[in-house]
C-alpha cells in the first residue's frame, strides 16, 4: 500500500512519515530528495527550488511505502495523509528554520488557503486530514495509523479562514 503523507512545508510530514513507515516495516520515500537527485525536469529559479519531474518520480517510488513530502499526494497513493497546520504557528515554525521572509510567507498563505488540501482532495485516494498545531508526534501518529486502518476518510477537519480575515 503507498500512503502519501502531504501538507504545507512544515506542518510535521517528515516526522510523521518516517514514524508511520517504522511502524509499518516500509520504506519512507523522501519525494524533496527524489526530486534533488535527479527526478527534476529544471529548476525555478524565481522560487528558488527545482521543478519535479512527475512521471519519473512515479517510477521511482515503490508500490509499498509510505511517502514524504508536499508532492507525494500526486504519485497514486492508496491513501493521502494531509496534515495541517495553523497558519500562524506554522510561520513560527519556519521562522525557525532560518528560511527567508519570502519563502515563509509563501507558505504560510499556501496554508491559509487551503493549496495543497485542495490538490489533495482532488486524488483518487481516501484522504485522512489531521491538525497538527498542539498534538504531540506521537498522537498525530497514532491517529493517521488508527485512520488508515480504518479506512474512515477524515475530511473537512481544518478551515483556516479566520486566519484570512485577520483573527488568528
Known sequence: MRVAVTGTPGVGKTTVARRLAGERGVECVD?????REGASAGYDEKRDAPVADMDALRRSVPDDAVLDGHLSH??????????RCAPDVLRSRL???GWSERKVEENVRAEALDVTAAEAFGVEAPVFEFDTTDGTVEETVKRVAEAVEDREARTGVV????????KV
Not at 519525494?31 to 526530486?35: C, L, N, S
Not at 500526486?74 to 496534515?83: G, I
Open 31 to 35: 519525494v524533496t530528495e527524489r526530486v
Open 159 to 166: 478551515d483556516w479562514s479566520a486566519h484570512l480575515e485577520g
Open 74 to 83: 500526486r504519485l497514486c497513493p492508496d491513501h493521502v495523509v494531509l496534515l
Open 95 to 97: 521562522e525557525g528554520r
